[in-house]
């Protein structure tokens, strides 16, 4: 029997990690389809007109790429097992973490992808699974070969990571894991004792190419071996009551062991999510009659632990910041009091302040100015 919902996805694909676990958790039955190129060219792109994985197929008939949106979906359809705090800092505080999760922990997942031979045979023969899915065994690999040079090509020179920068991405990755693994000592995850929005956001770039390709995976299995046991918990949910009634951090606290989390997210990626908001602005203005903004609005220059390099903007990191702006924005008086003295305490506070001059919103999975 068909289950109602289907994802396509791939597990070597980095959202799709994310959109699996948390159906996984929310006890919503679905098949995983597999990407293959034939489901893109005869599904994914008519139906969403998009290349991009993964994609939601719903019982009504709806096709949903994007992470978010899925999740935004499924919440607003199974309410149980929510995987959105009810109280007003942690509410916040999932949502940066998701937004950093999905924007910005890309850069060590493709740095340790692409930068490490040792990742290849795995990479490139399920690369060529996905193209070419009935070739024999021992040539699939070659069949892989074009996705590989895209996305290690290209896709990484546009996300600005070279060997210029690899070293001062592993040291920032490699703290990241240290305070983790200390956080998890404490919490089974992000707020507490039960996923967010944020632990499934991380669980992007830290299942599909951090935990399970060979040489990143090593790492995290040696260095920092309770988040390796965090992404085999958020991939296994137990599914039961208990689990259900667990709760997120208690007295709507942020756990103080993820100060150097969000210390690193306001100091490293917030700079980025500024000048996103504004070349938006300046792409919008630039070009009045356009429908659609670009996925990418011009280049800027970034630093990762003092390294800097230049990288093409993508404008869809707004649309993820905007949640996070708006949380802040909808607290009531003593919660933003609350939010404020936490944001002093991690570095966030001027950062929450930044409103986009131009809004933007999602339309048949486009990103338009929202000039409503
Ligand atoms: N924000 C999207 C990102 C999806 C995404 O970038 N998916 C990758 C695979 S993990 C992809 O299909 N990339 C194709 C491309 O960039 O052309 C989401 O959360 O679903």
């Known amino acids: 029997m068909t289950e109602p919902y289907q994802l396509i996805a791939a597990e070597v694909s980095l959202y799709s990690g994310k959109a699996r676990a948390y159906l996984r958790y929310k006890g919503v039955s679905f098949d995983e389809v597999l990407a293959t ?8 792109k008519p139906r969403t007109g998009l290349t991009m994985i993964p994609v939601l197929l719903t019982p009504e008939g709806d096709a949903v790429q994007d992470t978010t949106a899925i999740i935004e979906a499924i919440e607003a ?6 995987v959105r705090p009810s109280t007003g800092v942690l509410g916040l505080a999932s949502k940066l973490l998701e937004l950093y999760g999905d924007e910005w922990l890309l850069m060590p997942a493709m740095h340790y992808r692409w930068h490490y031979k040792r990742n290849m045979p795995l990479i490139l023969r399920e690369f060529g699974e996905l193209v070419a899915p009935s070739l024999p065994k021992l040539l699939t690999p070659l069949a892989g070969l074009p996705l590989a040079a895209y996305f290690g090509g290209n896709y990484g020179r546009a996300l ?5 920068n690899r070293d001062a991405i592993e040291r920032s990755y490699e703290a990241l894991l240290d305070d983790l693994n200390r956080h998890f000592s404490e919490h089974d995850y992000l707020l507490g004792a ?31 071996p309770r988040v390796a046991r965090w992404v085999e918990r ?11 009634n667990r709760t997120f951090a208690a007295e709507d606290e942020v756990p103080q062991t993820l100060d150097p989390v969000f210390k690193r997210l306001f100091s490293e990626h917030w700079p980025v999510v500024a000048d996103t908001v504004a070349a938006v ?7 009045p009659s356009a429908r659609r903004i670009s996925r990418f609005v011009g280049k800027h220059d970034f630093a990762i632990e003092g390294v800097s390099h230049s990288r093409w903007i993508q404008s869809f990191t707004q ?9 802040y924005a909808a607290l009531d008086a003593p919660d933003k009091a609350r939010a404020d003295t936490w944001l002093e305490r991690v570095g966030g506070r001027r950062a929450m302040q930044l409103a986009p001059p131009t809004r933007v919103r999602r339309e048949h999975n486009r990103l338009v100015p929202d000039r409503a």
């Not at 602005?281 to 070009?287: A, G, K, P, S």
């Open 77 to 82: 359809k199974h309410p149980s097992r929510s």
């Open 37 to 44: 190129r034939h489901v893109l060219t005869r599904v994914v």
């Open 160 to 164: 600005g990571i070279s060997s210029r």
């Open 234 to 244: 958020m991939n296994a949910p137990e599914g039961t009551e208990s689990e259900e």
């Open 194 to 224: 039960r996923p967010c929005e944020g632990d499934f956001g991380f669980m992007g770039p830290l299942y599909a190419h951090l935990y399970r390709d060979p040489a990143p995976g090593a790492l995290m299995r040696t260095r920092a």
């Open 319 to 327: 649309w993820m910041a905007q949640h996070a702006l708006d949380a």
């Open 281 to 287: 602005d300046r792409w919008v203005r630039e070009h």
